[in-house]
């Protein structure tokens, strides 16, 4: 019995209290772009100008993904001239930018998020539909 | 009576199942799964997951077949061509061939652009949101409008992925994902959505050339050799005709098909849209134009064929340690990669059975009667977020709800506390698949508990 209470002490110290979805913002298009209304269930945990600056940070790296660009178009033009088997060794524009946005997120968890009981989840992981903020149960359970 | 029969047998025994036993050991020994292995959808994978197909791969050999052998024909009649005109006519030939065939194995075996489906979070997130204040569970299908560009656009609810589906986004239900859609290709054994597209495109561009190649050559091969022997002759002499005649009735549809395509690039559509006639003006006077278009042909085309291509399922990444467990039952019977799908979803329906089994028993045996409203929820929300996700995210979800549910809801028959301890215990061991192997009747299982506690621990924290 005791060890019951232990064992699920211990999970509760690091369980999830709840999970927040920031859907997507379709206004502009179909291009990622993920809204920047501040939840309500993270008014006690962070502030709402560093939240959306992270929003607003991660829409402009995924708008300099998807831009069409002089890059993307010869990209393109080459890997239609190779029977698209250029792709097989070369690295596209838009992973370079999704491997530095996976970059930033784990950076902001870091330095911001993870020290408020918060984790981000990359929306690549989510198919680009929400970006998932995990909220993790206060620490201070203790007996 | 039937208490005393359950006495007889050991419960120590039926809570440590041989499953349970083996899984601490296996879990040391059992290979890191892939996330393909896992994959929901009805795909094939290839390569260890660097190849997708559709289940039902349709006449993709047909098609390799009728272009292998047009082709082999045409090569089979060159050297008379070579003689007569130039040494460039194969080479042309060849390099066309090959451009067509990796184009369409290019088209078959590249991720169309699947989404994958939502998890058991997100699916209770998206129903808190819409089922807000309706007491029914299964409210009316689901639509939600969102503006696009100034324009009305709406979105559907998937009820198999459990989200609302992006625009643009089908489900293929040959499939059985949801695709950023345009189409699903028998002949390329595949959805054609937005990853491949530009793939699905070169090939048919390509087909198209060298289906007039090839038609142009044999035409020339019958016209020179009727010069020197006359029409009848050189038709009946040349088995060339056989391929006049494939070459013909291919062309017409193949052609048609590659200018359909150019038209839907130009004007940025997709098969999909076009058919149902999404943006016709069958509104009437409204504004009911593409809201994706750029209004210019040359960027409709860069986008189209130029834009990017996000992966958006993962394959060949690795599953979590405890997503891996449940699976176990399955990957000990050492099936063909695609099949443990089929196994997960099999476990999802003995632990459905399971809970359906110990809510007719609590019935039976009359238990504490506040008990019953509390696993009456429990079914009903094990079998709506059953079908479609895995079975570790239901049992983390279901069991987080019982947890919930039994601290805030204690039986008022009895002391609270003690009650809604042993009911959390029970609830948390019923999605435990060690307890499959055990009696369904509760008497038992609190039996079980007691004696069988030690063993069990293990699997708590993995919930």
Known sequence: MAETHSLQDMRQQAAVAAKVFIQRDYSNGTMCQFQTKFPSELETKIDKQQFEETIR?????????????????IEGCLACLTAYTVFLCMETHYEKVLKKIAK???EQNDKIYAPRGLLLTDPIERGLRVIEITIYEDRSFSR | MKNCEYQQIDPRALSVSPLSAQNPAEKKVQRPRRKWEAFPGKNRFFCDGRLILARQNGVLPLTLGLIVVTSGLFFAFCPFLVEHLTVCIPVIGGVLFL????SLLRTSFTDPGILPRATADEAADIERQITSGSSTYRPPPRTKEILINQQVVKLKYCFTCKMFRPPRTSHCSLCDNCVRFDHHCPWVGNCVGKRNYRYFYSFIISLSFLTSFIFACVITHITLSQAKKGIVQAVQESPAVVELVICFFSIWSILGLSGFHTYLVASNLTTNEDIKGSWSGKRGAEE????YTYSNIITNCCATLCGPMPPLIDRRGFLPPDEAVPAAA?????????????????????????????????????????GNPKTSPLVQ????????????????GCSRQLARQAVVDPCPLLPPVAFS?????????????AFRLASPSPTLSRRALVLGDGPDIGFIPQH
């Open chain 2, 330 to 370: 399955a990957s000990e019977m050492e099936l063909p990669p695609f099949t443990p799908k089929s196994d997960a979803n099999m476990c999802t329906q003995s632990t459905k059975d399971v809970l359906e089994r110990m809510l007719h028993s609590s019935d039976f045996h009359g238990l504490c009667p506040s």
């Open chain 2, 99 to 102: 451009f067509v065939v990796a």
């Open chain 2, 381 to 396: 929300e094990v079998s709506s977020s059953a079908p479609a996700t895995a079975e570790p995210s239901l049992s983390s």
């Open chain 1, 57 to 73: 940070t991660l829409n402009n790296l995924y708008a300099e993904a998807e831009k069409l660009g002089s890059q993307s178009l």
């Open chain 2, 288 to 291: 009911s134009g593409n809201p």
């Open chain 2, 421 to 433: 301890k042993s009911n959390r215990r029970d609830s948390l061991h019923s999605i435990n698949p």
């Open chain 1, 104 to 106: 930033y997120i784990q």
